[in-house]
């Protein structure tokens, strides 16, 4: 199973990351290109999932992009890193939640590179550091391929949450990896390769 895998340095327009990803999954889906990991960042954009809510909307000023996405309303950000997955689940076991699985301890495993220990809620998805959250999973399923991702606060301003009631929760109880260590060296394009070598692993 051929996985391409890809990092951007460039900040990508989300609907760009987005029109590319349901192209790919279509040519994931008719053979002619094969699965992806594509790790990248956002310039500023706030974006609603399924599950989107418009009272979760603090500062009526913003624009969000509805999306097709698993879960509600979210940021996304510089410093934010986004890994986007197109995944044929068909050539695997058609377990959604082996998968969500999957990434989730992906993302545990690379925070503990950094000394952060962090862990899932059976309640609310994602990765939680104590009582904040610093990772966000949304994923959608198409004729079992899985596409969206995750996205992983890392030095990101964590004040543009505050517009909004991330994911249906508290906007203060979010946090990032530079929050959690504030005397590390962050090199986005170091954790970058990091996470990518990490999810490949898995």
Known sequence: MTINVKISRKKIPYKVAINTLEKRVNDVKNG?????????????????????NKKDILDKNIDVILTNRGG???????GQIIIYFVINLNKRKRDIRKFVRTIESSIIQFLRKYDVNSKKDKKNIGIWVKDKKIAAIGIRIKKWIAYHGCSININNNLNDYKKI??????????????NE????NIDLDIIKKILLNNISKI
């Open 181 to 184: 260590k504030k005397n590390y």
């Open 165 to 178: 009631n991330p994911c249906g929760l508290d906007n203060n109880k979010v946090t990032s990896l530079k």
């Open 72 to 78: 509600k309303i979210t940021v996304h950000n510089p």
């Open 32 to 52: 002619k290109k094969g699965e992806l990991i594509w790790i990248l960042e956002h310039p500023l954009t706030y974006t609603g999932g399924v599950r989107f």
